[in-house]
């Protein structure tokens, strides 16, 4: 029997926090707000079982020798960074892809 992969955390800082819920409120407004919610759980969804085949690397975080990645769900996407050894999703950003129509 084969265990389950051990799941990765997520985590971001307050002011990305705070973008996030300033992006659900103009969601709202534009009554785009599931979709978006929508697309951060897809999102999320895949970077805590395995965030390394997620989406593709661009750069390293310099300060901490990190790949940092991005992908995409639309509307959003995502920039993170991976910590292998500590299973941690470090979010650079999240955010609309495209502010057309918004």
Not at 36 to 61: D, K, N, T, W
């Amino acid at each position: 029997m084969t265990m389950p992969p051990k799941l990765y955390s997520i985590e971001n800082s307050q002011k990305q926090a705070e973008q996030f819920r300033a992006l659900l409120r103009r969601a709202e407004e534009v009554g785009r707000r599931d979709e978006v919610v929508s697309a951060a759980h897809r999102l999320f969804a895949r970077l805590i079982v395995y965030p390394l085949a997620c989406g593709e690397e661009r750069e390293q975080m310099r300060h901490l020798g990190l790949p940092v990645r991005i992908d995409f769900e639309a509307p959003l996407v995502v920039c993170f960074a991976t910590h292998e050894a500590e299973k941690k999703v470090l979010i650079k950003y999240l955010r609309l892809a495209s502010r057309r129509g918004w």
